[in-house]
């Protein structure tokens, strides 16, 4: 059964490789096999005039989101290829938080393993071209003031992602692995096979990279006056209860991982709103 990120993994596919307009007409068409709504599609054809600029206006926005996805998924390529040679160093290095050696259990999975870090050594190196690409889709809807916010945020987003990667492989990691090695026994020994190996610390690695973002998105929504800060102060609990959510998620399926990504989420979100609150008073807005 696909998991929600094979299915965004797969409408991110479907847009790039078909365009935005093929991709609205098969979505049309596979409505117009659906009973109960073609009444619906019909009423939408008759209305015409202003449906059809708005449809327009719509293939316009994804034409250009294409276009930024295809750069973004172009830059990783050069730099996961510069990767590849040193894809054993990079092995040896994500090693260390295990300590242990790593085994591999079909013929091709030590040559799949190498693809697949040069490939995450390839993303990591690109988020500044991939954050660029969609700061940039997303820029020219915002006005001037919310411009000078974001131009600022983008650079933070770089170094909090870096920040995130890092808390994870120095702090979150060597405790998992502890905590989880706990349970083994003399009769009941770990053998971690390399691609489960590396496919448990991309994932944590790069969920928290993704998840200290927090803090820019609130203060780029409190300092452009799109959420008022009580809003975020209001709803406290239930996003601390989101936070546990999100972690659950994001993280391998187990309690300690979980825990250490939802403390660090709520710990982020109260220095976000402290952080807003001091901004709004230095600008008066308070």
Known sequence: MLGSSEIILVMVLALV????????RAIHSLRSHTEGLKDEILKEKAMGGDEGEGEIGFVSHLEELRRRLIISVASIIPFAAAAFPFSQRIIQFFRHPYGGNLIFISPT???VVNIKVAI???????????AFQMWSF??????PREKKVFLTLFFSSIFFFAGGMAFSYFAIL???????????????????????????????TIAFGLAFQLPIVIFFLVAADLVPLETFSSYRRTIWMVSFIVGAILTPPD????????LPLIVL????LLVSRLYLKTRGRL
């Open 17 to 24: 490789v078909l365009g935005p307009e093929r991709l609205i």
């Open 109 to 111: 999975e030590a040559f």
């Open 120 to 130: 995450a050594a390839g993303i990591a190196c690109a988020f500044p071209v991939v």
């Open 138 to 143: 997303i820029v020219p809807g915002l006005y």
């Open 174 to 204: 060597p405790l998992a692995f502890k905590f989880l090695l706990r349970f083994s026994a003399p009769w009941f020994q770990p053998m971690l096979t390399a691609g489960r190996y590396f496919s448990f610390i991309f994932k944590l």
């Open 255 to 262: 309690v300690l991982s979980q825990a250490m990504m939802s």
């Open 269 to 272: 979100f109260e220095a976000s």
